[in-house]
Nanobody, 115 residues
Framework: QVQLVESGGGLVQPGGSLRLSCAVS????????MGWYRQAPGKQRELVAT???????NYADSVKGRFTISRDNAKNTVFLQMNSLQPEDTAVYYC?????????WGQGTQVTVSS
């Protein structure tokens, strides 16, 4: 069992910043990697960023240079720092944990970028 709870979403103006958090608890499986995904209305869910257990990161081209994925092992939390936000970033953002058993998903948090 792995429980993921996202927080930090909200409304922000273009050019602004937000930091999303994903709290991990009740983990009884080995987590190979953590990731952030997003889904906008009428579009497929897409990968935003990943962080492997070895510390390697990967980003979608659309967010590279603007978003940063990180973790705090002491707090069992994964973060997504989002800078220079644009209206195209508006979506529900989901936290994902890839384990040796199966992937686990959080409930999602809404990010809206609008003037």
């Amino acid at each position: 069992q792995v429980q993921l709870v996202e927080s930090g979403g909200g409304l922000v103006q273009p050019g602004g910043s937000l930091r999303l958090s994903c709290a991990v608890s009740r983990s009884i499986f080995v987590i190979n990697a953590m990731g952030w995904y997003r889904q906008a209305p009428g579009k497929q869910r897409e990968l935003v960023a990943t962080l492997t257990s070895g510390g390697n990161t990967n980003y979608a081209d659309s967010v590279k240079g603007r978003f940063t994925i990180s973790r705090d092992n002491a707090k069992n939390t994964v973060f997504l720092q989002m800078n220079s936000l644009q209206p195209e970033d508006t979506a529900v953002y989901y936290c994902n944990a890839d384990t040796t058993y199966r992937p686990f998903w959080g409930q999602g948090t809404q990010v809206t970028v609008s003037s």
